[in-house]
């Protein structure tokens, strides 16, 4: 059944996504355009030429179908939209020099490699893992003073987030803070506001990062150790199943998403929590609620907002073919506030009955760390609320990074104990 919107609505549709994604009230909090979007259907071929799905199911199909291929020109294309030609040759000549990230590859390469790090994400690895992720907990918040005005991102989630991901990848803990400078110049250099200064140093701060971490692989194979970046190794040289340059662009992927997406999600669970004061008070009540009230935060309001693909031959979106070449774009925040999927999703409510969320993608490229992520989420605001029960936000307004696609605050400033 075609479910798109129908010619005459689409000015109507495009308009409210425009908005959400330009103006910076859309961005400061884009739900409510996107929930009106669902009145009319569930994707449009925008006046652009490229197809948004944001209905639940669509996008469910969207990224799960192996006919919606990831294509790394488009995504370059989009993320330098602003650049003149002769900046995106400069641009390009500097992201060349690198093997592309996990998540732009297809099958069978995504496969191939997807399949060596899966067994770096086992549940007991996981679980192995909790001593590490409390210690870090208990370490970072005996730094806050809580009776004093706190920004909860830079004094503890982005701290806290890359010395998670860097222990279980087994990056060494005096260097790790160079990783994340330079995970930062590469996240600012994709900001849509960024100028072509600081998205040729995300590009360059991309390749530092590279050469750093080749020099890591070498004192791993000099040194084998007890750590995630040594069984990579182990199993490359024994099987030859990724190169060199793959298994560092591997590593570097698994950093950058451990840290950006985690970061962000500590600040957005937070606003989430703290203005609903009926749904904290329901969780320090029922602490057991935790796992729920984590899938509900990031279905509220969930770190990343859209996923891209281009359309291969024979792929479908509702029986209906879709249009080879084009560009489609699977709104995953718009996807979680399908009323269609969700009842009154508007409303932040931790005992929400739970079904799956768009917020970590699907099939083959469903989010690698999910499970860790979770794990994170979890203990983050099982001990935020069990030390500081009567936490409130000392900003009422706390502003959004200037960009759609992620949906992360620059600053959320917290009273722990007011």
Request: net charge negative; glycine share 8%; aromatic share 6%.
């Amino acid at each position: 059944m075609d479910t798109s919107v129908g010619a005459n609505d689409v000015e109507a549709v495009w308009s409210r996504l425009h908005k959400a994604m330009t103006d910076p009230v859309g961005l400061q909090n884009p739900y409510p355009l996107l929930r009106e979007m669902h009145r009319y259907g569930d994707q449009v071929k925008t006046p652009t030429g490229v197809h948004a799905v944001f209905g639940y199911s669509r996008v469910n199909e969207l990224t799960r179908s192996p006919l919606f291929k990831k294509d790394t020109a488009v995504v370059f294309s989009s993320a330098f939209a602003s650049a003149t030609d002769r900046q995106k040759a400069q641009l390009r000549e500097v992201a060349e020099k690198e093997a592309p990230f996990l998540v732009l590859l297809n099958p069978p390469d995504h496969s191939r490699i997807r399949g060596i790090v899966n067994r770096g994400f086992l549940h007991s690895h996981l679980v192995a893992l909790r001593p590490t992720i409390q210690f870090h907990i208990d370490r970072l918040l005996a730094d806050i003073d809580p009776t004093r005005p706190v920004d909860i991102i830079g004094s503890f989630s982005s701290l806290f987030a890359p010395e998670i991901v860097g222990h279980l990848i087994g990056l060494p803990a005096d260097q790790r803070h160079i990783v994340s400078q330079q995970t930062m110049r590469q996240m600012r250099g994709f900001d849509p506001s960024a100028s072509f200064d600081q998205q040729i140093d995300g590009a360059h701060a991309r390749v530092e990062q590279a050469d750093y971490i080749r020099r890591v692989v070498a004192d791993r194979r000099r040194q084998p150790r007890e750590d995630f970046i040594t069984g990579l190794i182990s199993q490359s040289d024994a099987q030859g199943l990724i190169s060199d340059q793959e298994l560092v662009a591997l590593i570097q992927i698994l950093y950058i998403g451990g840290y950006e997406t985690t970061s962000h999600m500590i600040g957005n669970g937070l606003v989430a929590l703290l203005t609903h004061p009926a749904q904290l008070a329901a969780l320090l009540a029922a602490p057991d609620r935790m796992r729920n009230a984590v899938d509900e935060m990031l279905r509220f309001d969930g770190p990343i907002s859209l996923t891209q693909v281009v359309a291969a031959e024979g792929a479908e979106l509702g029986g209906q073919p879709a249009e080879v070449g084009a560009t489609y774009i699977g709104l995953l925040g718009a996807a979680n506030h399908d009323p269609a999927a969700f009842d009154h999703p508007e409303l932040f409510d931790i005992d929400r009955p739970r079904k799956p969320i768009a917020s970590f993608g699907g099939g083959a490229h469903f989010c690698l760390g999910a499970g860790l992520a979770k794990l994170e989420l979890e203990m983050v605001f099982a001990e935020l609320i069990r030390r500081f029960p009567s936490m409130i936000l000392a900003d009422q307004s706390p502003v959004r990074i200037s960009a759609f696609h992620q949906r992360a605050y620059q600053a959320v400033s917290l009273l722990l104990q007011p």
